[in-house]
Every structure is written in C-alpha cells, then in structure tokens.
C-alpha cells in the first residue's frame, strides 16, 4: 500500500559556498493544503540572538501535523541568520551587519544584501498573501505586534495589515518613533514588502537568548488565530488574551523610548512590562555607587510599558524602557 504523502516538505536554500567549498544553507518549511487559498510566509531570527521565533515556528509546523491546513499554504524560513544564531550575535560575525537593515537586498551587494536578497526574492515569487517576521525584545518585555508606517500609495496594504495584526490577539504598535526611522524601516523586511505592496507585520515575542515557553505559547496562539482569520486553519482554543483594556483592541500605538535616562548609575526598575501606566507615574530610579538616589524616572504619556534593559548599568541619554503610547482623548 503506497504512503500518504505527508503535507509538510523541508527543504534548504543555498546562500554561499564557505572558503572550505562547504555550503551555507537557510532552511525552508512547507505546508500546503489540497486546496488553493492564501500564502502566508512566516520568518524567524534574522537576529541572532533572537532564538523565540525558531520554536514558535517549529510548534506552528507540529500542530499542523495534527491538524493540517484546509487550504492556501504556510512557508517559513525559521532561521535566516544561523551564523549570527552560532556565535549569539545580532548581526552578521563576518561583516557586522544588520540583515534586518538590508532589504530588499542586492545579489550584486555585501554579505548582508546578498543574503537579504536571496530571501526577500523566495518569498516575492509565491505571492503571498501576508508574511509575518518573528523577532524578540529585551529579555523583560512583553509580545506585542509592531506595524511600519504605510508606504506612499500603499494604503489598502496598510489597512489590510493593520487587520491581521489585529487578529493576532497582541496589542499593537507603530514602529516609526520619530521621521528619522522611516530610511531604516524602510529597508527591514517587513517595510521592503509593505512597499513591494505586500501585507506584512512584525511580532515582537518577549525576550531574547533564550527560549521562553509562556511567550512561545502565546506566539503560537496569535498566528493560529490570523490563521483561523484567513481560513486556512480550524479555531481549536479561545481567543489569546489582550494586554490592554477592552477599549484599545485593534487602536494602534505609538512606540516611545522616552523617558531616558539623564544620570549615570545603577538602574532599578519599580513598575512592569504590559502594565497599563498614567501619565508621571514613577518607572525607575537610578542610584550612584554608594546607594545614593540620583533620579527617578516618571512616564510622560499614559502608556503601556513594552519591556525594559537588559542592563542595570544606565549612562547620560539611554532609554531604559520601551512604551506604547496611548492615543490621546
């Protein structure tokens, strides 16, 4: 009796041949259903260290062994920076660069836009419906969607992905904090697709360096849903909870850094990621060598705090903590 073939195909896409003749390679997952429907593309550690989106993806791909797709596609490159992920690094150890800062990418460019290339040209040629990049945030911080200001005739995209990063279930945030960003989201890969006329969002799924089983859980429950959004999968569970009141599902945010540190010291955070703050509450309090309080840090919009350092050590200027702020009333 001949075997069923199963509906989910691995597979890898060659980047460059070492100075040892050995290839370097991405690996690519698969899962199509019988019938035609959406394309969705999923992608993971583009940052090294951001390790979280290789098992989210992992975990989506086991379920559907159980549960496989009614129709359309799932492609995903889980690990499309695995030098980076070998030695713990950001960005790319050879040439120090952000591939994440390198889309569309060149096939005729550095390190980074060859590789960048290589991946943003795969996924162009399905036609997807939507891709979603997976990334991680400091190591206390909370999920949340990030959407990149809409391209210059590309609303109807725009609106489309401010739909889907609804469906997430996670609250959602403008990554554009002020007019100088736009040249540099404009070259991550979630920006390049928008403009290519491409739904495409950002999830920021807690900490980075290692793997936090409760922030892949609720990864894995917020793509089930735009999943379960676009047909192609069934609902099997409730709805993932949100972390902001009733009254600002869908309302997007504004991402701030503000306020920053203006004394050096030892940082000690006395609020929390995903709490809901008001204006000039206290945050943190920066302390010198001998104990000494040098300043307190208050919230200067009401806001939700997103996550904050991964160091104690603070100097003159640096943000110690990311928010959403909250629209105005």
């Given at each position: 009796m001949k075997k069923k073939q199963?509906?989910?195909?691995?597979?890898?896409?060659?980047?460059?041949?070492?100075?040892?003749?050995?290839?370097?390679?991405?690996?690519?997952?698969?899962?199509?259903?019988?019938?035609?429907?959406?394309?969705?593309w999923l992608t993971a550690c583009v940052h090294g260290d951001e390790v979280g989106g290789i098992v989210v993806i992992q975990e989506i791909f086991k379920r559907l062994r159980k549960y496989p797709l009614k129709k359309g596609s799932l492609h995903a490159f889980p690990l499309m920076n695995p030098v980076g992920f070998e030695h713990t690094l950001r960005t790319l150890p050879a040439s120090h660069e952000d591939i994440n800062r390198s889309f569309p990418?060149?096939?005729q460019g550095t390190l980074a836009e060859r590789l960048a290339e290589k991946i943003f040209s795969t996924i162009i040629t399905?036609?997807?419906?939507?891709?979603?990049?997976?990334?991680?945030?400091?190591?206390?911080?909370?999920?949340?969607?990030?959407?990149?200001?809409?391209p210059r005739g590309k609303e109807k995209v725009y609106r489309e992905t401010l739909e889907y990063g609804k469906q997430t279930g996670l609250i959602m945030v403008n990554e554009q904090e002020n007019a100088d960003d736009a040249?540099?989201?404009?070259?991550?890969?979630?920006?390049?697709?928008?403009t290519a006329g491409i739904p495409a969002l950002t999830l920021e799924l807690g900490g980075s360096y290692v793997v936090n089983e409760k922030d892949v859980a609720r990864?894995?429950?917020?793509?089930?849903?735009?999943?379960?959004?676009?047909?192609?999968?069934?609902?099997?569970?409730?709805?993932?909870?949100?972390?902001t009141?009733?009254?600002?599902?869908?309302?997007?945010?504004?991402?701030?850094?503000?306020?920053?540190?203006?004394?050096?010291?030892?940082?000690?955070?006395?609020?929390?990621?995903?709490?809901?703050a008001k204006k000039g509450e206290p945050l943190a309090r920066v302390y010198n060598v001998f104990g000494k309080l040098e300043e307190t840090l208050h919230?200067?919009?009401?806001?939700?705090?997103?996550?904050?350092?991964?160091?104690?050590?603070?100097?003159p200027g640096e943000p110690i903590m990311a928010f959403g702020v909250l629209p105005k009333k």
């Open positions: 199963s509906p989910i195909h691995y597979s890898f896409l060659k980047i460059m041949t070492g100075s040892d003749l050995s290839a370097r390679r991405l690996a690519v997952m698969e899962a199509r259903a019988p019938q035609e429907g959406p394309v969705v990418g060149d096939a399905t036609s997807p419906t939507l891709v979603i990049d997976l990334h991680n945030d400091w190591i206390r911080s909370i999920p949340y969607a990030l959407i990149d200001p809409c040249d540099d989201l404009r070259r991550s890969l979630s920006g390049s697709l928008l990864g894995v429950d917020a793509l089930w849903n735009v999943l379960v959004f676009l047909g192609m999968v069934d609902v099997l569970d409730a709805e993932v909870p949100y972390l009141p009733k009254e600002l599902r869908g309302v997007l945010l504004t991402y701030s850094h503000e306020p920053t540190a203006q004394m050096s010291g030892i940082l000690r955070v006395i609020s929390r990621p995903g709490h809901n919230t200067v919009e009401d806001c939700i705090i997103l996550g904050y350092s991964d160091s104690s050590a603070v100097k």
